[in-house]
């Protein structure tokens, strides 16, 4: 892709063709991105990991069987001894560590999973690139790089003042939170013992299409399209800072491929917004777009809060931007209006997750 993002380059000249990138997670919304983003603007060949869990995108998987330089390695990182074969089969020059279990409100429910893929997954697949970073020859040893992708969830929760910078103390107060943080921390000490070539990046909340229908974006779309009541949490007051998942690709190419080795990258939108913003901005759009129905905003039910729920994350990405040249090409607003346009226009892909996952938009994580 030609853009000034990427400068007199492009993602041809980043990612060689020869070149093998394997991306873990790659089923899953960030992580499909990704691939479809390499497939689509590089020639280089996409090694896919994922368990293909409840949720990841079958859908996609199935259009993207057709790729030749896409191969799916259907493999879950918890055992240790596929994860070492997966890795030696896609043989990367690349890795871009999506895989993990994701949602707060299932680490509430059943924290073990979350133990099981992103600290012991993250554990295997160190210990795998380890033994296939030790075997390249020199010049490949020398490009190679690992980007470990994070959250800002692992810094804690802040006041109405501040943000969260790379050197930020971690202060992680929800299983999944903690699980991530430890992630990180193998990541970090993996690179700094062995000498792996690690990356790291650590973004605010994603949103975008294609993503699995439990997260608050497309919950809120789906529930009022069925005129069923749109669930905001406490008072709906905590503050998230919202990034559009392209944008968050974007930094993910630059950090992999022009990154400073060792080093972290705060990743955010610089769009702070109150959860009850978010669902009101949402029931406005579908206003516009399905007038018989308005207001939307009458389905809005105040629920219980999330057990430990964070108030507020927000992000500092000077870092980025200054070393990296990277900025956010889409607003909060255009992103939003974009989303909901693109799940009025793919029901049919929301019906077929959902029978795929079982998953029909019930409450998690209340203890
Ligand atoms: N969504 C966000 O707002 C956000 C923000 C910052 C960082 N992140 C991080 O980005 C990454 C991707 O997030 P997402 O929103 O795309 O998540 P997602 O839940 O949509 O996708 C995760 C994918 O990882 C796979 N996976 C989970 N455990 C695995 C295992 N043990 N082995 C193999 N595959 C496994 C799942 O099957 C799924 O396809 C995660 O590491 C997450 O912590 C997400």
Request: include cysteine; hydrophobic fraction near 35%.
């Amino acid at each position: 892709m030609k853009s000034d993002l990427f400068g007199e380059t492009d993602l041809k000249t980043l990612f060689q063709p020869s070149q093998r990138i394997l991306v873990t997670g790659g089923a899953g919304f960030i992580g499909g991105c990704l691939v479809r983003r390499l497939l689509k603007d590089s020639d280089a060949n996409v090694f896919n990991l994922d368990k293909c869990g409840y949720a990841s995108d079958l859908v996609n998987l199935k259009a993207l069987e057709k790729i030749q330089r896409h191969s799916l390695l259907k493999i879950d990182l918890f055992h240790s001894e596929d994860t070492n074969q997966a890795v030696a089969f896609a043989d990367p020059d690349f890795v871009f560590h999506l895989a993990a279990e994701s949602h707060v409100d299932r680490s509430i429910e059943g924290p073990g999973n979350f133990l099981n893929s992103n600290v012991i997954g993250t554990f295997n697949l160190l210990q795998a690139i380890r033994s296939h970073w030790e075997k390249l020859p020199t010049d490949r040893q020398e490009t190679f790089r690992l980007l470990h992708i994070s959250t800002d969830e692992v810094f804690g929760s802040l006041d109405d003042s501040g943000f969260f910078f790379e050197d930020t103390p971690y202060n992680p107060r929800s299983p999944y939170a903690a699980t991530k943080a430890a992630s990180d921390h193998l990541v970090k000490a993996w690179g700094h013992t062995y000498g792996i070539p690690v990356v790291m990046t650590n973004c605010s909340n994603n949103f975008g299409p294609w993503q699995f229908p439990e997260k608050l974006i497309p919950v809120v779309i789906l529930k009022a399209l069925v005129g069923e009541s749109i669930p905001l949490y406490g008072d709906g007051k905590n503050i998230r800072d919202w990034l559009f998942v392209e944008d968050h690709v974007d930094a993910l190419l630059l950090a992999a491929s022009k990154g400073s080795l060792g080093k972290k990258y705060c990743v955010g939108g610089n769009s702070e917004r109150s959860n009850e913003e978010v669902v009101r901005t949402i029931c406005d759009l579908l206003d516009s777009r399905i007038p018989d129905n308005k207001p939307h905003e009458r389905l809005i039910k105040y629920v219980s809060d999330r057990p430990g729920h964070d108030y507020r994350y927000a992000i500092d990405s000077t870092k980025i931007k200054e070393e990296l040249s990277w900025y956010p090409r889409n607003t909060f607003q255009k992103g939003l209006e974009s989303t909901v346009d693109w799940y009025l226009n793919n029901l049919a892909w929301c019906r077929e997750v959902s029978m795929s996952s079982g998953y029909y938009g019930e409450r998690l994580g209340i203890i």
